[in-house]
């Protein structure tokens, strides 16, 4: 295993991490003993980062019981910021509900201390000061080690940055961005902005939210796709670039999990892949492909059927801007919109 330092932190990583949202009973696997046993995979495979959050269920517990006895060779992070429960101020990135949250999750996770503790989505709500400093203390209360974003826009990346060196506050070391061979529109800014500022990136969807396992073609018939649950699913820009990919696959010699996943930890801005197996063979069919690498014609060929920086229809659960969702912040009053 060749692991990659994460960031500046100067943590090493396995360029494979465990992502641990299939481990939530209610989930994905609902048997937390087969959890743990692909948990353990994993650990004697190499892998050594495992990530999760508040808002996966009981992922949290399952993770913390199955690292009991591993727990030194682990680096453990976990998320905060989505809602847990209908209380308004159970969720966001306000200090109120991060010095709460961080509680439950050492508890959950069965643990002293969480090596990276991230801000799953942006809180437009939360002056970025008062998180930062908030995660500050953490930092120096040794609860947490390392902080981090997930699916923060390049601009919001920058700005907690400037903050930060100008309130002598901790700064992000990390962020999480989807990325795959379907989604790479962060490679035009967020990855070039986090390489610029030492951050770590650590990206989720490497598989497309299930989209590059090759299960799901066109013209077939698929529960997910008729069930109509997720629109990446139904989307048939997506499902005509899967197609493709399966060729070029195919022309390579290599299943469609191993292109994929080199794929998207080939980026030298990209420091681990989150990998999210319900099942030992799952997670078995991601480690044969570890040291797969693509030659310079492969990546050509990639770039033919999805241009760099670019994404292919909507990805779910994807952080969308307010801007983005509410008509009133993009819209002048009615009545100032006459010609000056």
Partial sequence: MQYRTLGRTGIKVSPYGLGALMFATSIGNPDPGDSARIIHKALDAGINLIDTADAYGDSEEVVGKALQGRRDGVV???????????????????????????????RRLRTDHIDLYQIQRPDPATDIEETLSALSDLIRSGKVRAIGTSTMPASDILDAQWVAERRGLARFHTEQPPYSLLDRGIEREVLPVAQRHGVGTLVWGPLGQGLLTGRVRRGERNELRRAGLFRHMTDERRVDAVERFVSLAEEAGLPLTHLAMAFAIAHPGVTSALVGPRTVNHLNDLLAGLDVTLTDDLLDRIDEIVPPGTDVGPLDQAYVPPALQRPGLRRRPAGERGAA
């Avoid at 209380?87 to 991060?98: C, K």
Wanted: no cysteine.
């Fill in 76 to 106: 453990l992070a976990t998320k905060v910021s989505r809602p847990m429960g209908d209380d308004p101020n159970h969720q966001g990135a306000s200090r109120r509900w991060i010095t709460t949250a961080v509680e439950n999750s050492l």
